[in-house]
C-alpha cells in the first residue's frame, strides 16, 4: 500500500465548477499535512497546510480527519487558471520527511 | 528574494555515463533536499541535509548515486552510472531549519528541476 494515495486523474471540469480531490495516508503518526501545486513541467509549490479544524483561502478549503486518515481539497469557482497537478503530501514525524501522492490533475475548460 | 537555483535545466545522456547536478538553495536555509520525480508520479525524497550533515538518505540508491553538502550551502547529486530508469526530473529544495523534535514545518521552497533523459 502506497503511503499516500490520491485520487487517480484527470479530472476535467467546466470553468465555474466545484471539484474536490480526496487522499488517503497510512501512517497514523503522521503530524502535518499539505497540498502543493505543480503547473506542467514546473517545480510543486505549496498551495496550502491542512489543519484539523479545516481551514480555508479565498476559493480553496482544506479538510482533514485525522481518525479516518483523509484528506481533502475543495476548489469552488474553478478558474482557468486553477489547471495543474495537485499533490498532496504529508510530514512523517522522524526526520521531517515529506511523503507526496502521485498528483491528481485538473483540467478546467472553458 | 533569489529562489533555489539548479543546472544543468536539462541532460541528455547514454546509459552507464556519469552525471552531475548542482543546487544552490535560499540564502539562511539550513535544510536541503533532493527529490527525484519520475513521470506520472509525486517527488520521492532521495536524500536530506541540515547545514552539511544527512538527516535521510534511506531511499538514495548508494551503489550509484552520492551527495554532498560540503560547506552547508550549496550541493552536488552524482549518478555512475546512470540507467534508464534513472531518467527523471532531479527537484533541489531547501527550507529553514527543522524544529528540535525534528519535523519540518517550515515550507519547502522548491527549485525548477534539472530534467535527466538517459538514453
Known amino acids: 500500500r502506497k503511503e499516500v494515495e490520491q485520487d487517480p486523474g484527470p479530472f476535467n471540469v467546466p470553468e465555474g465548477a466545484t471539484v474536490a480531490f480526496n487522499c488517503t495516508y497510512s501512517n497514523s503518526a503522521s503530524q502535518s499535512f499539505f497540498w502543493y501545486r505543480q503547473d506542467c513541467r514546473k517545480e510543486p509549490k505549496l498551495l496550502m497546510s491542512?489543519?484539523?479544524s479545516g481551514n480555508e483561502d479565498g476559493r480553496f478549503t482544506a479538510q482533514l480527519n485525522r481518525a479516518s486518515q483523509y484528506i481533502s481539497l475543495l476548489i469552488r469557482d474553478s478558474k482557468l487558471s486553477d489547471s495543474a497537478t495537485y499533490l498532496c503530501?504529508?510530514?512523517?514525524?522522524?526526520?521531517?520527511?515529506?511523503?507526496f501522492g502521485q498528483g491528481t490533475e485538473l483540467s478546467v475548460k472553458p | 528574494e533569489a529562489g533555489v537555483a539548479q543546472s544543468p535545466r536539462y541532460k541528455i545522456i547514454e546509459k552507464r555515463q556519469s552525471v552531475a547536478f548542482w543546487c544552490n538553495p535560499i540564502?539562511?536555509?539550513?535544510?536541503l533536499y533532493w527529490y527525484q520525480q519520475i513521470l506520472g508520479q509525486g517527488p520521492k525524497l532521495l536524500i536530506q541535509?541540515?547545514?552539511?550533515?544527512?538527516?535521510?538518505d534511506s531511499q538514495l540508491p548508494k551503489d550509484r548515486f552520492s551527495a554532498e553538502r560540503l560547506k552547508g550551502v550549496d550541493s552536488t547529486l552524482k549518478i555512475q552510472p546512470a540507467k534508464l530508469e534513472d531518467s527523471a526530473v532531479y527537484l533541489c529544495?531547501?527550507?529553514?531549519?527543522?524544529?528540535?523534535?525534528?519535523?519540518?514545518?517550515?515550507?519547502?521552497?522548491f527549485g525548477p528541476g534539472t530534467r535527466l533523459t538517459v538514453l
Open positions: 541535509f541540515q547545514n552539511n550533515g544527512v538527516v535521510d
Open positions: 529544495a531547501s527550507s529553514l531549519e527543522l524544529d528540535y523534535t525534528g519535523l519540518n514545518t517550515d515550507t519547502q521552497y
Open positions: 503530501v504529508v510530514n512523517k514525524w522522524q526526520g521531517g520527511k515529506l511523503i
Open positions: 491542512v489543519y484539523s
Open positions: 540564502s539562511g536555509h539550513a535544510t
